[in-house]
């Protein structure tokens, strides 16, 4: 868990996220994580109950009260969620990994501060990949940034 290999194959592969726990608050890490990664190309599927039912969503995009409902909602469209990324309480993770596991999720990342053995091992045996007390953005930044920045087009000069 957490090797650069396994990171870095999360972030190549899964590139529709849902964000459990996401906040509309701009000054929660949640809001601003998930900000940039869909600055970075990444479809941000926001997963929480208390804005379920709010018209506006978060960062553009509905929001869902949970990640079988999110699941559901994609499969209607032919997409499908393929990492979790938690934003949660350590003690909810195992809940939340049971979900991940439901929808047939491809990777399992419990953010900064969220560290659950057990939720990360019943994750891991049902097969999905796992990063455990780490931030998405900052593994993003670090392994595929230099990526992006290569391939951003160069700054104009003032003639």
Known sequence: MNEPETLKRILDRDRI???????????????????YMQSHGYRIVPVNPAYANDTAGVLG?????????AAHALAEEGAAIE??????RPEQAAH????????GAKSFWLQVG???????ARAAAAGLDVAMNVC???????LCGATHRANAPAPRVPE
């Open 17 to 35: 996220i849902a964000v459990v726990g996401l906040s509309m608050h701009a000054y929660r890490p949640s809001h601003s994580v998930a900000a």
């Open 61 to 69: 995009q509905r929001c869902y009260a949970s990640l079988a409902d």
């Open 83 to 88: 990492m979790v990324d938690v934003f949660r």
């Open 96 to 103: 939340v990994a049971d979900e991940a596991i439901a929808i």
């Open 114 to 120: 969220v560290v659950n053995e057990e939720a990360a």
């Open 136 to 142: 998405v953005k900052v593994e993003h930044e670090r």
